[in-house]
């Protein structure tokens, strides 16, 4: 089931206070979430958190990673939180009371979905969420809508917890039912962004925001796993021709 | 409307770390409640708390009182939270994700709603709960169902504010559709009490047991305002023959 806590992936980008990350890790615990992924944390010593009263062994076995891609490659399904009071979000947004049935509907088959927060001060960035398939909004009070990130943490958890529900029995997936993992999306991207290079579509200095709007882009598609290979062959084929020679023999 | 959050009060009995108590009015301040009331805290410099990010006002004008009674003294409906792992209940429990709806359906009229948290290592005591009208259950997982206050508070805070929805037009108040203030049920306690030694009832060695078990009957009945003055009428009444002379003349 996709809303089985177990198949979530919490992720915490760029946490400042170690103990903020114990109270998230205690949150999980609390409502039966064990999948635990820390990007880039500030303090070196955040895996003695105080704070992960009875989620210790949680805390010992999250994996840490340098950046966010590495932590979402094998996910199908990656949602950024935050407010989004100062900001247009670039993906689709969804409210928290909604996000269990969203993810029921969307996690039929083998999907693995990753809830990704960021740092305490500013959220997640702009490029965080360019990794994300869609947002969840909070509904705060629009006078004081930052929450600590403990507290986000254990609210998005229990919501998903609680309204998770059993469904009816899987029907046997079609592959073209099986989500691609962020990591063959961004695999997908660098062919095509070296496509665009080669056939001069895309000139150095667009560079990154092409980058960008291309990542967003196929979080948008949300391609089948077959598709992504498919998109992924053709690509490489162009690119075969662009540049002919001794490199792509 | 019942459940529109200003209409809720926070009441946090006996916390130990300021931290906490900050981390609890930023969540207030997050779903847009604002009434708090702190009953016997345990560090004098409270109001100080760092933690009450954005919320400095609402810690500032927070209610201090000396026991529970007096923090609910006003309030109709009281709400004990924590976990029920290692005991029975004496009140209704109802889960969580049900509150919002259940005191929809408690407090059309005129209802002052307390939601009251325990201290930090052992939550509310049984003699707390002994005024509580009912108890709500955070659905946690059996193997870490101990949460963190300031958690707790905002997992419940985000529940009534998410749920919270438009009742239709309220008819007039019937006298009988007003409920009893806490308040009233324990002045018809103590005169419930003191007829009951009066009549010879209650030997001195029960007292306390009696006293626990009857504060409980009257928030099991919950007697609307009226009905409240009305037995107060009776028992004091009653009183009046059984202690007659100077005193009550």
Redesign the interface.
């Given at each position: 089931m996709a809303s089985e806590p177990n198949s979530v992936r919490v992720v915490l980008v760029s946490p400042r206070n170690p103990l903020n990350i114990g109270?998230a890790t205690?949150?999980m615990?609390?409502?039966?979430f064990s999948d635990l992924a820390v990007v880039a944390p500030y303090e070196p010593h955040w895996r003695e958190a105080k704070?992960a009263?009875?989620?210790e062994d949680l805390l010992q076995k999250a994996r840490r990673t340098q950046c966010l891609a590495e932590a979402v490659a094998d996910c199908t399904l990656v949602i950024g939180t935050g407010t989004l009071t100062h900001r247009k979000p670039e993906q689709p947004v969804v409210s928290?009371?909604d996000l269990a049935l969203l993810i029921e509907s969307k996690g039929a088959h083998g999907a693995r979905v990753a809830l990704v927060f960021g740092p305490e001060k500013h959220g997640l960035t702009r490029e965080d969420l360019s990794w994300c398939h869609l947002l969840v909004e909070?509904?705060?009070?629009a006078?004081?809508?930052?929450?600590?990130l403990?507290?986000a943490v254990?609210?998005c958890l229990?919501?998903l917890?609680?309204?998770a529900f059993s469904r009816p029995p899987a029907e046997s997936a079609s592959p073209q039912a099986i989500p691609a993992p962020s990591t063959s999306l961004d695999l997908l991207a660098a062919v095509i962004e070296q496509t665009m290079t080669a056939a001069g579509y895309s000139p150095r200095a667009m560079l990154p925001a092409n980058r960008h709007d291309l990542r967003l882009l196929l979080r948008r598609l949300a391609p089948s796993a077959l598709d992504t290979r498919r998109m992924l062959g053709l690509f490489r084929r162009i690119l075969w021709r662009l540049e002919p020679g001794p490199k792509r023999k």
């Amino acid at each position: 089931m996709a809303s089985e806590p177990n198949s979530v992936r919490v992720v915490l980008v760029s946490p400042r206070n170690p103990l903020n990350i114990g109270a998230a890790t205690r949150a999980m615990a609390n409502f039966g979430f064990s999948d635990l992924a820390v990007v880039a944390p500030y303090e070196p010593h955040w895996r003695e958190a105080k704070s992960a009263v009875g989620a210790e062994d949680l805390l010992q076995k999250a994996r840490r990673t340098q950046c966010l891609a590495e932590a979402v490659a094998d996910c199908t399904l990656v949602i950024g939180t935050g407010t989004l009071t100062h900001r247009k979000p670039e993906q689709p947004v969804v409210s928290l009371p909604d996000l269990a049935l969203l993810i029921e509907s969307k996690g039929a088959h083998g999907a693995r979905v990753a809830l990704v927060f960021g740092p305490e001060k500013h959220g997640l960035t702009r490029e965080d969420l360019s990794w994300c398939h869609l947002l969840v909004e909070i509904p705060t009070d629009a006078r004081q809508p930052s929450m600590n990130l403990g507290q986000a943490v254990a609210v998005c958890l229990y919501e998903l917890a609680s309204r998770a529900f059993s469904r009816p029995p899987a029907e046997s997936a079609s592959p073209q039912a099986i989500p691609a993992p962020s990591t063959s999306l961004d695999l997908l991207a660098a062919v095509i962004e070296q496509t665009m290079t080669a056939a001069g579509y895309s000139p150095r200095a667009m560079l990154p925001a092409n980058r960008h709007d291309l990542r967003l882009l196929l979080r948008r598609l949300a391609p089948s796993a077959l598709d992504t290979r498919r998109m992924l062959g053709l690509f490489r084929r162009i690119l075969w021709r662009l540049e002919p020679g001794p490199k792509r023999k």
